[in-house]
């Protein structure tokens, strides 16, 4: 089993549309969580950091689950400019999931 | 801050020749990770660094791979000889650990082997 696994996608949804990505990892003792947003050709940046409380930024919700061990990405509203791949990372040696492709479309 | 600077940004070869690949990260960053990024295999960690020593290079793929930071403010990533399977983009990315751990990247090395 991988240490982190993401929905493989693609995801393909309309402008306006809800859409939620999860993550799961196998290493019960990981402490940090994070997902990233690469787009094509680029490099992968900082999306938002995944506290335990839950945390929200703008139409971005993260959340974790320590029973279930997986961390979501509710994007709410979705926008053109939200199409991009988007990449968990998990724990201190930071390792990322194979990321989920998300294009929104008119 | 000029961020995380990778160089070259796109290297052709042919296989069998040596390939070396340099990072330098973001000025006051500890750690320091190598990735590469293929289409099949997504993101892998190859080696990471905390304070120039390695802490895990378990994600080499094999000997003909080696890296290096000889000092905080630079790492290079070696390939030796290099195989058409190597080809693929290269990350490089530092982080403050024991602040945030977020990880900021470099552009990207776009290795080609023919």
């Known amino acids: 089993r991988k240490e982190v696994e993401q929905d493989p996608g693609p995801f393909n949804v309309p402008e306006g549309a809800t859409v939620a990505f999860n993550c799961t990892y196998s290493?019960?003792?990981?402490?940090?969580f994070f997902w990233y947003r690469q787009d094509c050709r680029k490099e992968p940046k900082l999306l938002m950091s995944?506290?335990?409380s839950g945390n929200e930024d703008g139409r971005f919700t993260a959340q974790l689950n320590r029973a279930s061990q997986y961390i979501s990405l509710l994007i709410r509203d979705s926008k053109l400019s939200d199409s991009a791949t988007y990449l968990c990372?998990?724990?201190?040696?930071?390792?990322f999931g194979a990321g989920t492709r998300l294009t929104v479309k008119p | 801050d000029a961020g995380v600077i990778q160089s070259p940004r796109h290297e052709v070869t042919e296989m069998g020749q040596e390939v070396t690949l340099r990072c330098k990260p973001i000025?006051?960053?500890?750690?320091l990770f190598w990735y590469r990024q293929t289409m099949m295999r997504g993101l892998e960690l190859l080696i990471y660094?905390?304070?120039?020593?390695?802490?895990?290079d378990s994600g080499m793929p094999e000997d003909r791979f080696s890296a290096k930071m000889p000092n905080a403010s630079f790492s290079t990533l070696k390939i030796q000889p290099s195989e058409p399977r190597d080809s693929a983009v290269y990350f490089c990315?530092?982080?403050?650990?024991?602040?945030?751990?977020?990880?900021?990247f470099g552009s990207g090395t776009q290795l080609s082997v023919l």
């Open positions: 990315a530092s982080s403050f650990w024991g602040e945030d751990e977020k990880l900021f």
């Open positions: 290493n019960s003792a990981s402490q940090s």
């Open positions: 995944v506290y335990s």
């Open positions: 990372a998990v724990n201190n040696d930071m390792r």
């Open positions: 000025s006051g960053h500890n750690s």
């Open positions: 660094f905390n304070n120039n020593v390695p802490i895990d």
